[in-house]
């Protein structure tokens, strides 16, 4: 079964600095990918996914990941983190009928 | 284009009741899935509908139920609550079961 593994429970940044959230999946067949996002007591929102068209996958509010097939990640990044980007982020690999989600991290982002 | 809507958003019963929940996917999408959120397990699958078929089903005890009705809205059941069935519970829906999912905001669910 394909699953993905968070690094980091908690990633702290400053306001301005470079987010990268990281994500390891876990397949011998490159799966769908994909990263969202909860905002406290809210749903889950789509941030961006990976269906194999491209490496390099752009989302919404700035985000993008890169899916390395050699290191097995699907790392997020973002430039310059914002106030409003503080919430909880969750990477999530497709097993053919459900999401297989990370434990999540939590991003916190200080002025 | 509306999102997926559940409802209620939250709800507070008592150990050995037992509790519906209902979702409405995007208009055209067939599919609908549940997931279960707690801080301790995380977010885990429940079931899958399509065409009101349940197709898949997770590692959840038979208290768990839902279906699928024509018009693609969904609803779960859960019998007989206990107190670990406290949690945010998600609903999404997709074209079909293979495509993207999006999410509603969740029912929070708290069982005294």
């Known amino acids: 079964a394909q699953s993905v593994t968070q690094l980091g429970s908690h990633v702290s940044v400053s306001e301005g600095a470079l987010v990268l959230l990281r994500c390891n999946y876990s397949s011998s067949v490159p799966p769908y990918l994909f990263w969202y996002v909860q905002y406290p007591n809210q749903g889950l929102q789509l941030l961006l996914k990976?269906?194999?068209?491209?490496?390099l996958v752009k989302g919404i509010n700035g985000f993008e990941a890169e899916f390395k097939k050699s290191e097995t990640s699907f790392h997020l990044t973002k430039p310059s983190a914002h106030m409003s980007d503080a919430a909880e982020y969750f990477c999530?690999?497709?097993?053919?009928?459900?999401?297989?989600f990370g434990k999540g991290t939590s991003l916190l982002v200080t002025p | 284009k509306a999102g997926v809507t559940q409802t209620p958003r939250y709800l507070i019963k008592t150990r050995g009741q037992q509790v519906t929940l209902s979702c409405s996917p995007i208009s055209g999408h067939r599919s609908v899935s549940w997931y279960q959120q707690t801080p301790g397990q995380g977010l885990q699958f429940l079931f899958e509908y399509f065409s009101e078929t349940q197709r898949n089903k997770g590692n959840f005890p038979g208290r768990f139920s839902g279906r699928q009705f024509s018009n693609s809205r969904s609803e779960m059941n859960v019998s007989t609550l206990e107190l670990g069935d406290s949690a945010l519970y998600l609903c999404a829906s997709s074209l079909t079961p293979t495509d993207t999912q999006y999410f509603g905001p969740g029912t929070r669910l708290t069982v005294l």
């Open positions: 990976y269906t194999s068209a491209a490496t």
């Open positions: 999530a690999a497709f097993s053919g009928y459900a999401l297989n």
